[in-house]
Structure formats: C-alpha cells, structure tokens
C-alpha cells in the first residue's frame, strides 16, 4: 500500500550531506554514464570532508544553516494531522486513558523488586530484572494462583474504566488497593 504524503516539511540537511550531494553532482558531470558504487564513494567523500579545513567547509555549513532556518520556519506552521505518529512512531497516549493492567508477573515484581534490591545493593535494573525473571520461574502453582487472580481483578478493572472511557463517562478515580504509595504530602506543612 502507497504512503500517503502529508505536508509535513522535508528534514533539513547536515553540512556532510550537502558537501555529499556536490560531490555526486560533480562526480555525474564528469562521469555522466558510468554507476556510483555508493560504498567506495561514500568512502572517498567520508575521507575528503575529513581533510577539509573550517575555511573550505564554511560553504556547506552556511547552506546548511541557511536548510536549518527554512525547516524551523516551515515547522512553526506545521500541524500534525489528528492521530499522527510521533517521531517515536506511537501515537500520542490520552493521558486521560485508563492505565493498562498489569500481568500476574508484574504484579509478582511489584512485590519482590525492593527486597532483592536491599538484599543485592549493588544490582543494575538489569540484574534485577534477570533475578526476578529467574524467581518467577521457581514460583510454585499456589504462589502463582496469587499473582494470576490479582491480575484478572486488575484486567476487570481495566476493562470497566476501559468502557467507561469509551463511553465519555468520567469515573471517581478508585482507591487501589494494591497501592503501596504513603501519603507523605501532609507532612511537607
């Protein structure tokens, strides 16, 4: 299926990408039949812009500046279209959306995480994430049937508030009962 073009404004250019695109017009006058193997001359223009000084460079960096100046300009009025990617390629989350539920797994971190990171201080995220990985492996049925019931209340939960936010309808935000933060706030007075 085609892409549909939207007018978002094309990228601006590097100075490296414009020295670049001279050298493969200079290189296609010269030799205007002959193919650009693209790795031998990316190689040669790579080598040449690194002997460059600052003074023959400066042409490429004020057309580059001058690339910098049209996008900015070209940005200012850009709109993304309603349900557009953003440049990580999601699409905006409603911050007024239901927070997804969470896996009898995570809900099994939730309760292991702090204690392996007192018992092993010197964990990285990812040693703790191997660690709690390994345990879960070593958790037996009754220990897991837990974890798996706290996540289909939690999956119930999501579903509902789901519906609701579906619907326009706004939910008094419910206790969690599974929420291990302490309200610290009334002690800053």
Not at 103 to 121: K, L, T, V, Y
Not at 157 to 164: D, F, G, K, L, P
Request: charged residues 45%; contains cysteine.
């Amino acid at each position: 299926m085609p892409r549909v073009k939207d007018d978002k404004p094309r990228g601006r250019m590097s100075s490296y990408a414009y020295f670049v695109q001279t050298c493969r017009e200079e290189h296609r006058k010269k030799h205007p039949d002959e193919a650009i193997a693209f790795a031998a001359f990316s190689k040669k223009c790579s080598d040449r812009w690194k002997v460059m000084n600052d003074k023959e460079k400066k042409r490429f960096v004020e057309m580059a500046d001058r690339d910098k100046a049209r996008f900015e300009s070209e940005m200012k009025h850009y709109v993304p279209p309603p349900g557009a990617k953003t440049k990580t390629g999601r699409r905006k989350k409603d911050p007024n959306a239901p927070k997804r539920s969470l896996s009898a797994f995570f809900w099994f971190c939730n309760d292991e995480r702090q204690g392996i990171r007192e018992a092993n201080p010197g964990f990285t995220v990812g040693d703790i994430a191997k660690e709690l990985g390994r345990r879960w492996g070593e958790v037996d049925e009754a220990a897991k049937k837990k974890y798996v019931a706290m996540a289909e209340k939690d999956k119930e939960r999501y579903s509902r508030e789901m519906e609701a936010y579906k619907n326009g309808v706004a939910l008094a935000a419910p206790a969690n009962e599974f929420d291990d933060d302490d309200d610290e706030d009334e002690d800053d007075e």
